[in-house]
């Protein structure tokens, strides 16, 4: 089975411009969570997604949001990129155990 | 806020020895507790998750866990080079809530 996957890789932009980052969770996890890894930092929790319903946000600015389609997959938005919105973002997926299985993450460098 | 403390490192021990990775938090009402491992450049992977006080043993890792010190340990025996990696501790409320409050990480090199 393919674990979580996520879109882009790798992706420049420069302030003020808009990114638009993708999930596709474990087939048969309905759960998706978002996470911002800032270099030499833990990650941070960005929002939860369950059955296309918010669960949970964590404490980032309104610039950030996000959806779940009817297919569990799932879309990250960020408006007015800032120099400090570089990270890794990660996707992570879970079924009805404790384990969350993130992806690969997309690294985004804003210049 | 949450907080979760770890020593970020960098942790040297020797190929074979037992590496000691600590963790505390803030807040007392958390439930579950998760390390997960992070090489360069890669996503974090699950190794052990633990909610009731005391050890729990899986392979060559034992979690501990002591609620009342507010305090969570990963010992690595018989470490091997592959086990070089960033270790990440991880709290939250609640078995399932998918918050994750995160320390920034023990940087541990295991010396050949």
């Known amino acids: 089975d393919a674990g979580v996957t996520q879109s882009p890789t790798h992706l420049i932009k420069t302030r003020g411009q808009q990114v638009t980052l993708r999930c596709s969770p474990i087939s048969g996890h309905k759960s998706v969570s978002w996470y911002q890894q800032v270099l030499g930092q833990g990650p941070q929790f960005i929002f939860q997604?369950?059955?296309?319903?918010?669960?949970g946000r964590g404490n980032f600015p309104d610039r950030f949001s996000a959806r779940q389609f009817p297919n569990y997959s799932s879309e990250l938005n960020v408006n007015a990129l800032l120099l400090g919105d570089s990270a890794l973002y990660l996707c992570a997926s879970r079924s009805h155990g404790a384990e969350l299985f993130f992806g690969s993450g997309t690294q985004l460098s804003v210049l | 806020q949450k907080e979760v403390e770890q020593n970020s490192g960098p942790l040297s021990v020797p190929e074979g020895a037992i590496a000691s990775l600590n963790c505390t938090y803030s807040d007392r009402g958390s439930q579950s507790f998760f390390w997960y491992r992070q090489y360069s450049g890669k996503s974090p992977e699950l190794i052990m998750f633990?909610?009731?006080?005391g050890d729990k043993e899986d392979g060559r890792f034992t979690a501990q866990l002591n609620k009342a010190s507010q305090y969570v340990s990963l010992l690595i025996r018989d470490s091997q080079p592959s086990d070089s990696a960033t270790y990440l501790c991880?709290?939250?409320?609640?078995?399932?809530?998918?918050?994750?409050?995160f320390g920034t990480g023990t940087r541990l090199t295991i010396i050949p």
């Open positions: 633990i909610y009731s006080n």
């Open positions: 997604y369950y059955e296309k319903e918010e669960r």
């Open positions: 991880a709290v939250t409320d609640y078995f399932g809530n998918e918050k994750l409050t």
